[in-house]
C-alpha cells in the first residue's frame, strides 16, 4: 500500500508537468500579446518583466523559467489586476470553490447511495420510477439551466413567503451555500444515483447475499454489511472523474451565483486574458484534480481488501 | 398419493406436497410439483437430478431463500420435529434458517462476501444466533475453521475470500454452515465446481462432521457417483417431480424408474468396458411453462404405453420405503417390472454390492 502511494505519487507530478508543458505551449500559441493591452506600459515595466520572464528570451528558455518558478510555487504576477500575486489570487479564492466543491460532492454522494439503494428497492414500483425520470432528466440537462432555474425557484419561493428563505445569491454563510451546492451536485448525484442502482441490484442476488440470507442475518445487518458495503464500490471508482466535473461544473455555477470562487477569476482571466492568472490556475486545478483522483484510489483501497493486499 | 409413502414419525425434517412456482414474462414456470421427503438423524439423502429439474428451489423454499417475487411457495409444508417452517422460522419462533438448518451452495468463489474476512463471516452467525460478543464469536470461527482442517487457521481468519483456493472457500463456507451446530445441513452441488481431487476431501469432510455430530445432510448433485459415495436415501428428480426414492440400494440396484435406469446408464464408471456402453438419454426434460399431463418423462421415456401420455402415475410403492411415479407398476400392467433392468447393473465404485 505504502510502495503504491509512493507510486501514484510519482505518477501524480509526472501529469501535472504534462499539465504545465501543455498549458505553456497553449497560451503561447494563442493569437496576442498579454502585454499589448490598451494600457500602455512604460519602457522600465517592459523590462522588469522581461528580466522576469525573459520574453526576450527564446521560448524554451521562457518554458525554463517558467517550469523554475513553478516548481518554487511562484505562479507570477496578475497582468490584469495591479499588483496581486497569482498566489494570493489563488489562497483567496480557492477555498471558497473548495467549499463548494466538498458541499457539492458530499451532496452528490449521499443523495446518489440513497437514492440508487432507495430505487433498487424499490425497483420498477412507484420511488423507483419517479427518481429515475428525474434522474434522466439530472443526467441531461446542463448545470448552468439548474443554476438559472435554481434561482428563479428561489426568487418565487422567497416572493410567496414574504421573506428571505434562501439568499439568491452571494457567498458567506451556510444558507448562501446551499442553492449553490445543490445545483452543483445534482448531475453527479443523477448520474451516482444510476450507478448505485445497477450496482445495487446486482449485489442483491448474489450468490454472497443469498449465503448472508441462508445464515439467517436480520435484513439491516444484510443490508449494510452484505449489500451497502459492495454496492458502494463502483460509486466510490467514480468518485474521482466526478470531482472533475463538479470543479469544471463550479466555474459556471460561481459565475451565476455571485460566489466569489477560484472558477470566476478563471473565467474572467481568460476574457482578460490574463496570462499568468490563466496559466496558474489551470496548473493548480490539475493538480488539484490529479491529487484528489489519488486520494479517491487509496480510499477505495481502503474499502475493498483485493485492491488495499495487492 | 401420499397414503403410499410410508408414514415415518421420526422424520426431523418432513416435507409434505411442496409446489413451487416462479412467475416470468415467458409465463408461469412450475419449477416445483409436489414434492415430498424426510430427512432422517445422521443420514443422507441425496436429491438427483439434471439441472433445471427443480432441486435448488426444492431446498430454498425450505429455507426460505426463494426470491418473492417471482418466486412463490404455492402449496405444502415442511415441518422439523413436527413445527412447521415458514420463511426460515417454526411455528413456535425458533429460527431455522442458519441456526437449526445450515446450507452451503455450488459456487464457494462468488458465495461469500468479498469485503469481510472470513472469521468474520463465520463469526456473524454466532453473534446472530447465540448473541456471542464479536471477539467470542471469532474465536469460535478459528476453531471452526481446524474442525473443517483448514492449516493456521487464526491466520486465515483473518484473510478475505480471495486469499483463498476454491476447496478452502468451500470449507470455510461448511464452517460457516455448521457453526451453530444445525441439525441438518444443507449442501447444493458442493463439490460441482471443485477439482477432482478438492471434491473427494470436501466429501470426506462432510462425512465425518456428519458423523461426529450426528448431523443429517441432504445432498443436491447431478454426479450419480457422488450419491454412489454418499447417499443413504435417494430421491431422482425430474422436471419438478420425485419420479423415484427410496435407500441407495434401492436406487441403484433395484431401480423401479424407466428414468433412473437411464441416468445410470449414462453415469460413466471407472470401468472400461461400461465406458463403451455410455448411453446418454435422447431428448431433454419438458417445458415448465406447461408441463405434460400425463408422466413428465413421457417424451423420453422408451417403455412409453398410451395410458402415460394423459394420466399422471401416482407414486406406486415397490418395496418399504421404495415409492416410484411409473405406470408399469400397476397392477394391471402387462409389461414386467424385470423388463427395465437392460442396463448392465455393473457394480458401483464406492459401494458394496
Ligand atoms: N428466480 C427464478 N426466476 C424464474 N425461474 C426460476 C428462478 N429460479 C429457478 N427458476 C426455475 O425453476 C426451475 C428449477 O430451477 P433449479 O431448482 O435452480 O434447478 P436445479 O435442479 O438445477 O437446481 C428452472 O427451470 C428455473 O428456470
Ligand atoms: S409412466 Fe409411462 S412414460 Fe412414464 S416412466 Fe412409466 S412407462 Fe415411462
Ligand atoms: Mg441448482
Redesign the pocket.
Known amino acids: 500500500m505504502i510502495l503504491y502511494t509512493i507510486k501514484r505519487l510519482i505518477q501524480g507530478v509526472i501529469t501535472v508537468w504534462f499539465i504545465a508543458t501543455a498549458t505553456f505551449f497553449a497560451m503561447h500559441g494563442v493569437p496576442g500579446d498579454p502585454l499589448m493591452t490598451d494600457k500602455a506600459m512604460s519602457e522600465e515595466v517592459r523590462k522588469n518583466l522581461d528580466a522576469h520572464y525573459g520574453f526576450d528570451q527564446p521560448k524554451w528558455k521562457q518554458y525554463g523559467i517558467y517550469i523554475g518558478h513553478m516548481v518554487q510555487g511562484d505562479f507570477g504576477i496578475s497582468f490584469a489586476q495591479e499588483n496581486r500575486r497569482v498566489n494570493d489570487i489563488l489562497w483567496e479564492h480557492f477555498p471558497v470553490s473548495a467549499f463548494l466543491g466538498i458541499l457539492a460532492i458530499t451532496f452528490a454522494g449521499l443523495g446518489g447511495i440513497l437514492f440508487g439503494a432507495l430505487t433498487a428497492r424499490y425497483r420498477n414500483r412507484m420511488p423507483d420510477i419517479v427518481i429515475m425520470f428525474l434522474v434522466i432528466l439530472g443526467i441531461s440537462v446542463p448545470s448552468f439551466v439548474f443554476a438559472a432555474l435554481g434561482q428563479l425557484a428561489l426568487v418565487k419561493l422567497n416572493a410567496f413567503f414574504g421573506t428571505s428563505i434562501l439568499p439568491v445569491a452571494g457567498w458567506g454563510t451556510l444558507s448562501h451555500m446551499i442553492a449553490p451546492s445543490l445545483v452543483l451536485g445534482l448531475g453527479t448525484m443523477a448520474f451516482l444515483t444510476r450507478l448505485m442502482r445497477s450496482s445495487m441490484l446486482e449485489i442483491v442476488s448474489s450468490d454472497y447475499v443469498r449465503t448472508a440470507r441462508s445464515k439467517g442475518l436480520p435484513t439491516t445487518r444484510i443490508f449494510l454489511r452484505h449489500e451497502l458495503r459492495n454496492a458502494i464500490l463502483p460509486v466510490v471508482t467514480v468518485l474521482g472523474p466526478s470531482i472533475a466535473a463538479i470543479t469544471t461544473g463550479g466555474f459556471v455555477v460561481e459565475l451565476v451565483f455571485a460566489i466569489p470562487g477560484l472558477g470566476r477569476y478563471f473565467v474572467q482571466a481568460v476574457q482578460q486574458l490574463d496570462y499568468t492568472v490563466i496559466m496558474g490556475t489551470t496548473v493548480f486545478y490539475g493538480a488539484f484534480l490529479v491529487f484528489m483522483v489519488i486520494v479517491v484510489d487509496l480510499l477505495y483501497g481502503l474499502i475493498d481488501p483485493r485492491v488495499r493486499l495487492e | 398419493m401420499t397414503a403410499v409413502i410410508d408414514q415415518v414419525t421420526s422424520a426431523l425434517l418432513e416435507v409434505r406436497d411442496l409446489e413451487v412456482e ?1 412467475d ?1 414474462y415467458g409465463g408461469t ?1 412450475r ?2 410439483r409436489g414434492v415430498s421427503f424426510e430427512v432422517h438423524a445422521g443420514k443422507t439423502l441425496a436429491i438427483v ?10 431446498v ?1 423454499s425450505i429455507m426460505g431463500l426463494i ?1 418473492s417475487p ?2 412463490r411457495i404455492v402449496g405444502g409444508t415442511a415441518k422439523l420435529r413436527g413445527k412447521e417452517i415458514v420463511d426460515g422460522v417454526t411455528a413456535d419462533g425458533e429460527i431455522v434458517r442458519g441456526s437449526r438448518i445450515g446450507m452451503i451452495f455450488q459456487d464457494p468463489m462468488t458465495s461469500l462476501n468479498p469485503t469481510m474476512t472470513i472469521g468474520d463471516q463465520i463469526a456473524e452467525t454466532l453473534q446472530v444466533h447465540r448473541g456471542f460478543s464479536h471477539s467470542q464469536a471469532l474465536r469460535l470461527a478459528v476453531e471452526l475453521l481446524e474442525m473443517t482442517r483448514i492449516n493456521e487457521p487464526s491466520r486465515r481468519a483473518r484473510q478475505y475470500p480471495f486469499e483463498f483456493s476454491g476447496g478452502m472457500l468451500q470449507r470455510s463456507m461448511i464452517a460457516m454452515a455448521i457453526a451453530c451446530r444445525p441439525s441438518i445441513l444443507i449442501a ?2 458442493p463439490t460441482t465446481a471443485l477439482d477432482v481431487t478438492i471434491q473427494s476431501q470436501i466429501l470426506d469432510l462432510l462425512r465425518d462432521l456428519q458423523q461426529e455430530n450426528n448431523m443429517a445432510i441432504v445432498l ?1 448433485t ?1 454426479d450419480l457417483g457422488v450419491v454412489a459415495r454418499m447417499a443413504d436415501e435417494v430421491a431422482v ?1 425430474y422436471a ?1 417431480e420425485f419420479l423415484e426414492t427410496g435407500t441407495a440400494d434401492d436406487i441403484f440396484y433395484n431401480s423401479a424408474h424407466p428414468y433412473t435406469v437411464g441416468l445410470r446408464a449414462a453415469m460413466p464408471t471407472n470401468r472400461d468396458e461400461s465406458e463403451q456402453d455410455l448411453m446418454p438419454i435422447d431428448g431433454s426434460p419438458p417445458d ?1 411453462f406447461a408441463p405434460p399431463p400425463g408422466c413428465a418423462y413421457f417424451a423420453r421415456c422408451p417403455h412409453a404405453m398410451e395410458a402415460c401420455r394423459n394420466d399422471p402415475p401416482p407414486g406406486f410403492a415397490v418395496g418399504s420405503g421404495h415409492m416410484t411415479r411409473c405406470w408399469l407398476h400397476h397392477a394391471d400392467c402387462s409389461r414386467r417390472i424385470e423388463d427395465l433392468h437392460y442396463a448392465a447393473a455393473a457394480p458401483l465404485e464406492g459401494r458394496d454390492a
Open positions: 416462479f416470468t414456470v419449477a416445483v437430478g439434471e439441472s433445471g429439474c427443480g432441486k435448488s428451489v426444492t430454498q426470491p417471482p418466486g447444493d452441488e443436491i447431478h428428480m419438478g415448465l
